[in-house]
Antibody, heavy 122, light 110 residues
Framework: QLQLQESGPGLVKPSETLSLTCTVS??????????WGWIRQPPGKGLEWIGS???????YYNPSLKSRVTISVDMSKNQFSLKLSSVTAADTSVYYC??????????????WGQGTMVTVSS | QSVLTQPPSVSGAPGQRVTISCTGS?????????VHWYQRLPGTAPKLLIS???NRPSGVPDRFSGSKSGTSASLAITGLQAEDEADYYC??????????FGGGTKLTVL
């Protein structure tokens, strides 16, 4: 069955760029009809949508993070990635990647990765 | 604070029925956008519980049901079990061009 797995550094220094990758296994990221998204959860707080991407490269970002976020897809590796620049302690969170339905704004995230904790600290 | 408002906590005894509300506005739930619900067990990733307001994905027990009316939505859990103790989140879309989540509700089974 389809599985998603996040990977990347667990510690990032303030002002640097956070980079995470989500590897999709058990299915193709180019499977039409699905978006692929990033969601985060700061300690003790709720979930926050970061953005979603279609395999063709169409991207949609949370307006509050848009100036700092880049999501990209690598079809050859069946992966999609997140870059968040100029990080601060407020970006410390568990970061999840997830599969979304065919509508980036209307559909649910039906398959999630296990999540990876990223701490921003010097 | 979150665009979608959920009670911080709810509780119930085994076998009872509990509901979790998700209150939005005319720019999200009230605008007709679907509401989805997730369950997050301690130390695990969120799991889709209800999609499109009322639909249960395969494998989700029929003890879980969703509803939507006006600017609010609700998740109902009947026949409460100890394994239902978890955090629950609602999700929708807001006309400010963003996917939004509720702040989450911690369900305690007494």
């Amino acid at each position: 069955q389809l599985q998603l797995q996040e990977s990347g550094p667990g510690l990032v220094k303030p002002s640097e760029t956070l980079s995470l990758t989500c590897t999709v296994s058990g299915g193709s990221i180019t499977n039409s009809g699905y978006y692929w998204g990033w969601i985060r959860q700061p300690p003790g707080k709720g979930l926050e949508w970061i953005g979603s991407i279609y395999y063709s490269g169409s991207t949609y970002y949370n307006p509050s993070l848009k100036s700092r976020v880049t999501i990209s897809v690598d079809m050859s590796k069946n992966q999609f990635s997140l870059k968040l620049s100029s990080v601060t302690a407020a970006d410390t969170s568990v970061y999840y990647c997830a599969r979304q339905g065919s509508s980036w704004y209307g559909d649910a995230f039906d398959i999630w990765g296990q999540g990876t904790m990223v701490t921003v600290s010097s | 604070q979150s665009v979608l408002t959920q009670p911080p906590s709810v509780s119930g005894a085994p076998g009872q029925r509990v509901t979790i509300s998700c209150t939005g506005s005319s720019s999200n739930i009230g605008a007709g956008y679907d509401v989805h619900w997730y369950q997050r067990l301690p130390g695990t990733a969120p799991k889709l519980l209800i999609s499109g307001n009322t639909n249960r994905p395969s494998g989700v027990p029929d003890r879980f049901s969703g509803s939507k009316s006006g600017t609010s939505a609700s998740l109902a859990i009947t026949g409460l079990q100890a394994e239902d103790e978890a955090d629950y989140y609602c999700q929708s879309y807001d006309s400010s061009l963003t996917v939004v989540f509720g702040g989450g509700t911690k369900l305690t089974v007494l």
